[in-house]
């Protein structure tokens, strides 16, 4: 599995599989019952791969496994590596606060500038924020290469899972 080099922080992957999608659901129903290393959850099309409490730390990575059935003996899998729904939540919220704080600070020096005021401080807080948002898009890369080795170890459980249907 390569994990490209573009600015993508939660990698995504598709792939066929000449087998019908039911069949596959099973294999991992079957695979959650004689293991411990991973939890498995199913949802109708939807498996869910992550670590048990245990063995996760705030970066951790889970899989999320979509598999839809495409004619009556193939399947298509789009897979989508993340982190945990609260940490995703939590980046995703910042980011909007930092955007509207940037918006708005922006058009308080733009009015400042307009009435001839002094905007220099409304103009260092808007740039501020930028530089606010590279430190998250930032952490936001150093965690998923602290999560890159648990990734591997998901898309190995989901290779091997899926080996004998290849």
Do not use: C
Not at 19 to 47: A, G, W
Not at 118 to 142: C, D, E, N
């Amino acid at each position: 599995m390569s994990l490209p080099n573009e600015i993508v922080l939660r990698p995504r992957f598709k792939f066929e599989v000449p087998t019908h999608n039911e069949t596959l659901l099973e294999s991992f129903e079957e695979r959650k019952s004689h293991q411990t290393e991973f939890i498995v959850s199913r949802i109708d099309d939807h498996v869910f791969i992550k670590f048990p409490k245990k063995d996760q730390h705030f970066w951790s990575p889970q899989l999320h496994l979509e598999i839809n059935e495409e004619g009556s003996d193939k399947s298509i899998v789009h897979g989508l590596f993340g982190p945990k729904p609260t940490v995703w939540t939590l980046f995703m919220f910042l980011h909007f606060i930092v955007a509207g704080l940037f918006f708005g600070f922006g058009i308080w020096a733009y009015t400042n500038a307009t009435l001839n005021d002094s905007y220099a401080i409304q103009l260092s807080l808007t740039l501020f924020m930028v530089v606010i948002w590279f430190v998250l898009y930032f952490a936001g890369r150093i965690g998923r290469s602290k999560g890159k080795p648990e990734m591997y170890k998901l898309h190995g459980f989901m290779e091997e899972t899926l080996r004998t249907y290849r």
